[in-house]
């Protein structure tokens, strides 16, 4: 029996593939899998059922670990659906306007210009002070977006390209699924402002890279195996924002012609954000020598052809940070800080809140056994993340004051 805790879950590992289990004999699902790589693996997960629904994941990580990651994101995407008509209410655009923590939310500026647009939303609950506001199911819900329903009135197609499922996540709880899903969001955010200061704006700011630890320790032997299962060295930079959680991302220094793909992770515990930046960098490559990955990298590429900043945020060249960035190195810390998951989500939280933002979370299912799906946003935050997928976009509030903030 697996009793090894899992970081930022409340499961031991076997606790946690037995709930998974139970919940897709409940739901009268099949799972099949799929594994890449020898060591640090890519796991992908297909769950068949009944009503004739296929849904996806892939977990990242040792064998164990990529497993249940892949099985329980198969289930969040199984589920995710319901984001799109479920619970939906209508808010009318002045909301969005007279609300003061959407006042840097530019996304949602563009969706109000017409004042008497009726825009649909669901319902969001900041988790300490039970604060409640609205936000559009467009900007959550990319595969269904927009919305149709009848009585949405908004021309949702200058926004649509920015919507993401950032920020939807699985927990065996609900404080789980919630600590995941703000970390999401802050990663993506970190990441955006990463694309938007050395590729976009080519500010050239110092990279602040990860010295790598000894192979004694459990990290620095991810790192070797990641390094190991790719055929290439690893960097590991430190993108950390201005919040508490600390977010890394990992790439490969070669360059070659292989579709450029990065690994990001965010994390109260810096190590286990490092963890799931190699890991995370390890999956994607994987799955980028597999042809149907490959053509949606290249068809992206493809995409931004027109636009020469996009394309130099999608391509990724890491000679433009090792040749032209001065670096800093960065020490992780021995150990982790092991934080019970409410703690953390205490601490995130009280966080964000001390720099004017606002996390917020709607529930998108819970069973009886607790395991819960959530999407949480923090308004205002970055999304030029999406640019890696092809989507002709420019920074929105947060993004464009990097460039009024370098001479």
Not at 170 to 177: K, L, N, V, W
Not at 285 to 300: C, F, V
Not at 304 to 313: D, E, G, I, M, V
Not at 334 to 347: A, C, F, K, M, N
Request: net charge neutral; with cysteine.
């Amino acid at each position: 029996m697996d009793k090894t805790r899992i970081a930022e879950r409340e499961l031991t590992a076997h606790q946690a593939e037995q709930r998974i289990r139970a919940e897709l004999s409940r739901l009268g699902l099949t799972a099949t899998t799929r594994t890449l790589g020898s060591k640090v693996l890519a796991v992908q997960a297909s769950l068949h059922g009944s009503d004739n629904r296929l849904a996806r994941g892939a977990g990242k990580g040792y064998a164990g670990q990529a497993r249940l990651g892949a099985l329980y994101e198969a289930l969040e995407h199984y589920w995710a659906d319901s984001l799109c008509t479920r619970d939906i209410h209508y808010e009318a655009a002045h909301y969005f306007t007279d609300t003061p923590m959407f006042a840097d939310d530019s996304l949602l500026q563009r969706m109000t210009v017409l004042p008497d647009a009726r825009i649909a939303c669901r319902t969001y609950v900041c988790p300490l002070w039970h604060d409640i506001f609205s936000y559009p199911v467009a900007l959550i819900a990319p595969n269904c977006s927009p919305p149709h329903l009848p009585q949405d009135t908004v021309d949702y197609r200058a926004v649509q390209r920015y919507a993401s499922n950032s920020g939807t996540a699985i927990g065996a709880s609900y404080q789980e699924a919630l600590l995941h899903g703000a970390n999401e969001c802050i990663e993506r955010d970190a990441v955006s402002l990463f694309l938007l200061r050395h590729f976009y704006y080519e500010h050239r700011p110092p990279l602040r890279r990860v010295a790598r630890p000894h192979e004694d320790d459990s990290l620095g032997r991810l790192w070797a195996d990641a390094e190991k299962e790719i055929g290439s060295e690893i960097v590991l930079v430190d993108i950390s924002s201005e919040f508490l959680a600390r977010t890394f991302l990992a790439f490969s220094a070669a360059s070659g012609a292989h579709p450029r793909v990065f690994g990001s992770g965010c994390s109260l515990d810096a190590r286990h954000a490092a963890w799931r930046a190699l890991s995370e960098l390890v999956q994607l490559r994987l799955a980028a020598a597999e042809p149907e990955y490959r053509q949606t990298l290249d068809n992206a590429l493809r995409h931004l052809q027109p636009f020469p900043r996009l394309l130099r945020c999608a391509r990724f060249d890491p000679r433009v940070l090792l040749d032209r960035c001065p670096q800093h190195e960065v020490r992780l810390p021995d150990s982790s800080e092991d934080l019970p998951v409410e703690e953390q989500v205490y601490r995130l939280l009280q966080d964000v809140q001390s720099h004017g933002r606002t996390v917020g979370a709607t529930i998108l299912e819970r069973t009886r056994l607790g395991t819960t799906l959530l999407n949480v946003v923090i308004p205002g935050l970055e999304r030029f993340f999406v640019v890696s997928g092809g989507n002709v976009v420019i920074p929105q509030t947060r993004g464009r004051r990097l460039q009024r903030s370098v001479a």
